[in-house]
């Protein structure tokens, strides 16, 4: 529905900050379609957010922004609105295994996520041909020791010409340094193929298996400075046995890395994710 | 806390519900701690529950009630408040397996579910220890085909003596009349040893393991006068394979529908629970 | 592995099966790698998978199966012997959704399944890309009312040409008749999407909606000439909420389906399944 | 059944172990009921587990052992049998709550578990009326940073007059040193609150929440003199949410706790867990 759209806000919590928001919105001529609210009892921080049709707002776009932003002042809020006409466009990072990629491209082909994907990145070759099935660019920008600083000078460029909103690492097998990371904040989603905070870093099924465990995880999350430490999105478990041999949680993996990173990009493009300290809140 | 209270909220859509209901509590000094909101798309049923505290309220209970009451009547509102400081009375109703009992109590005497045990009821003597070691009355009502009608006039006694609010069959393997549940709409909550509707009626893991099902459930439902057929609040499964026989089946169902109960038994004691078409909305 | 091979055996229990039988392979110089066995208590069959190595073997092929052949009648065994060097051909059946087709060709692609695709069937045109794609024949076969007896002649007819182990009906909105179902006996593998028996039929997220479950499910079986009844192979749940719709239930079940067919169609494949009494024995 | 016996077996694989085995039991006149065998691909340890009946075996139970022994010298076997008719010891050792250890006492009451309590063990005096409730003698031996090692005495001492043969750390909060642990090497069970080995050591569940989680976890595993570090027997995980504070992980963690432990204490009481390399092979 092209006249919907989404109110996020975050901000000290006190009296009255519903009543005001939703009065507001009823005053303009919008009608609230759902609602959805938490206030954190550690730090008192008021999260909402409002899903609305603007089809009989009394006001342009510009004019809500620009009156909203008074209120919102008066209540030190933080706050974003997206129009839902406005799809969100997405670059996947990939580096040669593909399972996540195909994934998000027959999601997204089937309208099920309901963002678009700008084009396809990645450090490798062996990925072309199914961005090209697709109809999408794939930019390949291999990374040496080297040349890393510079590829990423590259990824910015490449990022920045397709207007991207959303990054999402789809098995990229490379560390985003601080330069990338701090320009898309919020922005960079990426699955780390462990139940984090269990084996972080490199090979997670191989710490799996040599740690027999009876469970392997998948852990969907922003991307922050600090490595597989930013806020999660979305997890999940499968059972293993001592039947499964690394291949086994490799291919059980799989499965619960692209439905663990596809939940949380369908999360992030509804706007139905808020961070707050590093924790995020899940309108879900 | 003694101050909270809960507003639960089902009429028809319209516009403006949301803001008129939290005006009207920042207007009388209420401070709202939790909002959630539902809008049936199949028939436009508008629900809501809001959770706040009366701490700074300018009205006493009965103002604040009579005067919701003229606003809700504007918009065609059905509504409960409850107070969190009247703690719901239970009763609890069990034949002879004691394990749905044996975990209430326990939730109970820990303080987990938020409500009080106000007497156990059986048609068997064989939990009467475990409520003694509770401190509950137990109340044996034997039944037979002849003595039914009788003996449910007899229940229906001891549970207005016990100013029960919720009732809970915890593994009663009578099937109670019209005039019981009639007394009681939406406060019967049952345990049902099966994935319904999939096993309705006798020996559910019986009928599981006949047909060779790799899963087996427990449903929560609230008991109307279709017999497994009332609105379902909780359910879960668990893997079963062709090692498991009926014994096995019992024995996992046992862990499943305790949980599965008390989860129900949880959310309607918090006011968490509506009831809109046969189907339940669940504010979680 | 070439020289890997699987026996299957299912007979009526008695002492000294698994001496005759693992002493036989011993003196014939077969290394076994794993044993599984299960005996159902209660019809008292013995089912047997042994998984071995042939590389040492002293006899051929053909002496092999001759020699077993003479003990496994001493024994009253059903069995039959799989080489993993011949690998299983299998037919994918497809209607207009792509889900659980598009997952088989993946993984078959990555090599996870263990069994080749010979070729994709459908009563439509919508998959044909799909299966191009992957360099596979698409057969398209439209089904009416008056030719559905004359399209099922055909369908044997290509099913036979491709030499064909297994169909696998990957969400084909067709019920095959007896004649193709007598053909390929416990060969023919179904999803259904629903937890069955819930829901068996058509338009089973519908039918989940309407009643509000808090879960739905899939299921892959044996097809059977009995429509939903045949023996279950595999089963998975997934929660649901009261904001799902039936557009949420169809994307839910989507993911729910293509894993649990997948699940199903990998253990076939492994040989890990064996049909008792019209339930399975799965050695995982 | 009182002529139930199990036989373990782990040693270095090679050609000829399940024939000479089976052989061997069905030379003796027992019939195998299950059996279940695994290798471990990294090592090459062979492990099997034998479940068979005693009835018409020609030889008392001291022949079959010393018969056994001679073959298992030859194949270098490691290996214990258990009969069923001398049912396990368990010494549950608890503090302050009694989640776990009134799960333990009701499921023992039922049969559930096939193991006897044989008594009580704790650091508090909180637990002393559950145990009583069962009949069961309860020890209190309060620790102190002094006082340590001399209580750990009494406790090998009432260990050793209960003749015990499993040690189930049903939350007990102190950490056994290494007298104890070497005393009953693979026979002491411990449940830690959290999805190890994510948040080992202190107060995982507030771990958890300043984490983030989406999940918790549940881990029962053998206590080693490594913390937290043996191996693991069985592994669960459950769903939580921005709303889930502190308190209510705790909640949900109970259950997890209860349930895998009990899981855990099961499988080994029916001799179905082995240890090979910190890693357990789980015959279930």
Redesign the interface.
Known sequence: MSTLARLLIWCPDR??I???T??F??DVGI???????????DDGTFCMRLEFDTEGMKLSRDELTARWGELAERFNMDWRIAWAARRKRIAILVSKQD?CL?DLL?RTS?G?LGGEIACVISNHKDCAAAAA?HGLRYHTLPVTPDNKRQQEQHLLEVLADAKVDLIVLARYMQVLTEQVVAAYPGRIINIHHS?????AGARPYHQAHE?????I?ATAHYVTTELDEG???????VSV???D?VDDLV?KGR?LER?TLATAVRLHLADKVLVNQ?????F?
């Not at 139940?195 to 084996?199: E, S, V």
């Open positions: 009296k009255g519903i009543a005001a939703t009065g919105l009823a009608n609230v379609l759902e609602a959805d609210q938490h206030t954190d009892p399972h195909q027959w089937i099920e099935q139940f984090l905070p269990a084996f740690r027999g465990v009876k469970l995880g806020p999660i999105i979305a997890q999940a478990t046995s001592h039947r041999r291919r499965d439905t590093n924790r995020t809140v899940v879900e």
